[in-house]
C-alpha cells in the first residue's frame, strides 16, 4: 500500500497558499458582477475535479463556448492532469488535491467528475466555498448525502446540475408530453430496467501492483475504505461499478439517467417504501456488486420497478440476441403502453381503448445541451432542470434502495419529516462514515 500522500495532510493555511501561488492572472465573472461590470463575454471561470471519461466530455461541451474560461484542473493522476491541462495551457492551472481548486478565488463553477464515492463531500464543500457545480451522477450513494448536497446547494444559494444528459434529449421531452395528455388513461406502473452481459468472468481480474507513478492512491480513495491498488477499479467509470465500496452498483450507475424519466413525467415524490433484492449470483472477478437486483418503489396509487442485471441481456421489446447493454422504460396504462429507451418511443393501444392515437403538441422547449443550460443558469440564477431540488428525488429512490438491499429488508421513508420509519439499523445506515480523516458534513441535515 502506498504511504498516506502529503497532499491529505494540507493544512487550510499550505491549501490558500497553493492555490494562490503562480495563479494565471484570471479576474473572476463574480467579481466583476459585484463590481458593477461584467467579465469579457460575462465569461465564466471553470474548474474540474476529475478528467477521466465523461468528465474530458462535460468539461469539452463547456469549454467550447467562448464565454467560458478553463482555469483551474484537478486529477489525482498527474498523467489524466496533464494531457487535460495540455488543451487548456494558456489559461489553467493543475492540481492533485480539489482542496486547493476550491480555494482559488479564479473558479466560478466547478464540474465535479470524481468516482460517486467523493461526489456528495466534494459537492458540499464547493458550494460551501461558493462555487456553481455540475455534478456528475449518480449524485450521491447514501441518503443522509442526498439530503445534505440538496440542503447544502439551497443554504449556499448556488446553481447545480445533475450530469443526467439524457434529460436533455428530444425522445424524453415526447414522452413527458405523451405522459401528460392523459391519453394513455390512470398509469399504475412504470416499468425500467438496464441490462447487460458481462458473462461469468465479468470485468477479469487484475495482478497485485503498485499504483502508477504520479498517481495518488491515497487521495482517489479518499473518504472511501482503504484497500490496495487495483487497476481495473481504477481504470474507468464502467468498471468502477463493479466495486460496491465505491459506486454501489450498477443500479446507481445507470438508474439516474432512467428511472429520471417516469419521475419527470408523472411528477413523482419520493417513494415511501422501497424494497431491493438480488446478489453476486453469477459473477467471478475482483468485483464485490450486484450483477442481479429487482428495486420496488411504492409511491401513493403507484409502483415503479427496476431491473438490473449484468448476466443476460435480454431486453423484452429493446432487444435480444448478442450480448449488448440494453435499457428501457414502460408506462403502463389503462388505454395503452408507452415504451421508450432514450432515443425512440412507440404507443401500444389497448385495443380500441385508446382513441387518439396522435401525439400531443409538442409543449417542452428544445434543450440548449445539459451543460450549456447550466452555463447560462449560473448567469441568470435561474434553476436548472436537474438540479438538486429536482434530482433528489431521483437519487433518494437509489440511495434508499441501495440501503435496502443492504439491509435485505424494505425501507420505509416519510417524505414530509424525510426520515425513515421505524428501523433504526436503516436509519443509522443511511449516515456513511468516512475514513479518517475526512468527516461527514452532518450539520447540512
Not at 468498471?239 to 445507470?254: A, E, I, K
Not at 396522435?358 to 436537474?386: F, M, N, Q, V, Y
Not at 426520515?419 to 450539520?443: C, M, N, T
Amino acid at each position: 500500500m502506498q504511504k498516506t500522500s502529503e497532499s491529505r495532510g494540507l493544512s487550510r493555511r499550505r491549501v490558500l497558499q497553493a492555490a494562490m501561488a503562480a495563479a494565471p492572472i484570471v479576474i473572476p465573472a463574480a467579481a466583476l458582477s459585484r463590481a458593477g461590470r461584467s467579465a469579457p463575454s460575462d465569461r465564466i471561470n471553470l474548474g474540474i475535479i476529475g478528467v477521466n471519461g465523461m468528465g474530458r466530455a462535460n468539461l469539452a461541451n463547456c469549454a467550447k463556448y467562448p464565454d467560458v474560461a478553463v482555469t483551474a484542473i484537478c486529477d489525482v493522476s498527474r498523467d489524466r492532469r496533464e494531457k487535460a491541462l495540455e488543451l487548456h495551457k494558456h489559461t489553467a492551472r493543475g492540481h492533485t488535491d480539489y482542496r486547493e481548486l476550491l480555494a482559488r478565488k479564479d473558479v466560478d463553477a466547478v464540474i465535479i467528475a470524481a468516482p460517486p464515492h467523493w461526489h456528495a463531500l466534494m459537492a458540499i464543500e464547493a458550494v460551501k466555498a461558493g462555487k456553481d457545480i455540475y455534478l456528475q451522477k449518480p449524485m450521491t450513494l447514501y441518503p443522509a448525502e442526498t439530503l445534505a448536497v440538496r440542503n447544502a446547494v439551497n443554504r449556499h444559494k448556488r446553481v447545480s446540475q445533475i450530469g443526467t444528459q439524457i434529460h436533455a434529449r428530444a425522445n424524453y421531452r415526447r414522452v413527458v408530453e405523451w405522459i401528460r395528455s392523459g391519453k394513455l388513461g390512470k398509469i399504475s406502473v412504470a416499468r425500467t430496467f438496464n441490462v447487460m452481459n458481462q458473462g461469468v468472468n465479468g470485468i477479469g481480474r487484475a495482478p497485485k501492483q503498485d499504483p502508477p507513478e504520479g498517481l495518488d492512491w491515497e487521495m482517489w480513495l479518499g473518504p472511501g475504505p482503504a484497500r490496495q491498488f487495483n487497476a481495473l477499479l481504477y481504470a474507468n467509470s464502467y468498471n468502477h461499478c463493479s466495486f460496491w465500496d465505491y459506486t454501489h452498483g450498477w443500479t446507481p450507475g445507470m438508474a439516474p439517467h432512467i428511472i429520471d424519466l417516469p419521475i419527470w413525467a408523472l411528477d413523482l415524490g419520493v417513494p415511501e417504501v422501497t424494497s431491493c433484492a438480488g446478489g453476486r449470483f453469477v459473477i467471478q472477478d475482483d468485483g464485490d456488486g450486484p450483477d442481479t437486483q429487482e428495486v420496488i418503489w411504492h409511491y401513493p396509487n403507484f409502483t415503479m420497478t427496476w431491473t438490473m442485471n449484468c448476466a443476460s441481456s435480454f431486453a423484452f421489446d429493446f432487444g435480444r440476441g448478442k450480448p449488448a447493454r440494453r435499457l428501457g422504460i414502460y408506462f403502463q396504462g389503462v388505454n395503452g403502453t408507452l415504451l421508450a429507451d432514450y432515443n425512440r418511443h412507440e404507443i401500444v393501444p389497448e385495443g380500441d381503448l385508446l382513441r387518439d392515437r396522435t401525439p400531443p403538441p409538442e409543449s417542452i422547449a428544445p434543450s440548449p445541451g445539459h451543460e450549456r443550460e447550466w452555463l447560462d443558469s449560473i448567469k441568470s440564477r435561474k434553476e436548472t432542470s436537474c438540479s438538486v431540488n429536482y434530482h433528489y428525488r431521483v437519487d433518494l429512490a437509489i440511495t434508499v434502495a441501495s440501503l435496502s438491499y443492504k439491509l435485505g429488508r424494505s425501507v420505509r421513508f416519510d417524505p414530509k419529516t424525510e426520515k425513515i420509519i421505524g428501523d433504526k439499523q436503516a436509519a443509522r445506515l443511511a449516515r456513511p462514515v468516512y475514513r479518517h480523516p475526512w468527516k461527514f458534513p452532518s450539520e447540512y441535515l
